[in-house]
């Protein structure tokens, strides 16, 4: 679902913000991103808000907020595995205007960042279900990013000082090839097959996978805490990992609070009084 929001932008052709929200969503969901046959229970949910905070003309510069989720098995539960803005994007588009893009060259900043984020999420969305499941997409990803960077007067955003520190595309895909981060995906892994698939039928057991998902990913905080990709899963999964340790025996409770306090510390006392204090 693609929704277009504007409430710091005042003007009297809103009617391009209509065009431009028609025009996205064709593009996500009419291109054939994926190879090979895909079961309707495997669609990947997924939601992108752009609220645009600047119009001039035909540029527009908006933040882009992308949410997706899958389906836990057995289940009509939904899963967040992305949830993710990108600030300040700037881009050109006209009424009308059709939104052309190809794999191996760069044709625009707007659609070369909705190819970017289709191949991620696609690429997240795989890394559940398989070990390393995403890395055809991620390369993909790769190829988008380095096609924006290197394109005649490149736009922001693309390159490893753009943005906020190390929250941009440019870090979000390295983190996802770096050798360093395998322990990660390897987590998101045993966190969604392992965990959540197995919990309609083993609750203990699914609960005990995530907890050791969790150590899986605290190998990558302790060599790497500023990682982006980390602060990402938590923004994903905070509430949920509340939600599923509430429930737990009073000793993994123990466990895990202190486990989730040290990785994800400004949830600290989310975890406290959301787990401990359950009953």
């Excluded at 119009?55 to 993710?84: C, G, K, P």
């Excluded at 300040?88 to 052309?100: D, G, I, P, S, W």
């Excluded at 905080?221 to 990682?227: C, I, K, V, W």
């Excluded at 899963?233 to 609070?257: C, H, M, R, Y």
């Amino acid at each position: 679902m693609v929704d277009i929001v504007h409430p710091q932008v005042q003007t009297t052709s809103a009617q391009i913000f209509d065009d431009l929200k028609n025009a996205v969503t064709q593009f996500m969901n009419n291109r054939k991103w994926i190879t090979g046959q895909v079961d309707v229970n495997e669609k990947i949910e997924c939601n992108l808000v752009i609220d645009i905070t600047k119009f001039e003309v035909d540029v527009i510069t908006a933040n882009f907020n992308f949410q997706s989720s899958r389906t836990v098995y057995n289940t009509t539960y939904n899963t967040r595995v992305l949830s993710y803005v990108d600030n300040q994007v700037v881009f050109t588009y006209a009424r009308f205007q059709n939104l052309e893009y190809q794999d191996n060259s760069y044709t625009s900043n707007l659609t070369s960042v909705l190819a970017f984020y289709a191949y991620m999420i696609i690429g997240l969305d795989f890394d559940t279900y398989q070990l390393n499941g995403g890395d055809p997409y991620f390369k993909k990803a790769l190829n988008v990013r380095d096609l924006a960077m290197n394109a005649p007067n490149s736009p922001p955003g693309w390159a490893s000082n753009d943005g906020n520190g190390s929250k941009n595309k440019y870090f979000l895909i390295d983190n996802m090839l770096d050798q360093r981060f395998k322990p990660l995906r390897a987590a998101m892994y045993r966190y969604h097959i392992k965990g959540l698939d197995v919990m309609t039928s083993n609750m203990e057991e699914g609960r005990e996978e995530i907890y050791l998902s969790l150590k899986d990913l605290k190998i990558v905080r302790d060599a790497l805490p500023n990682a982006l990709f980390l602060k990402l899963f938590f923004n994903a999964k905070s509430d949920e990992l509340i939600q599923i340790f509430s429930q737990a025996t009073p000793s993994q409770k123990v466990k895990v609070v202190e486990l989730l306090s040290t990785m994800d510390p400004a949830n600290r006392s989310r975890y406290e009084d959301g787990i401990m204090k359950a009953k």
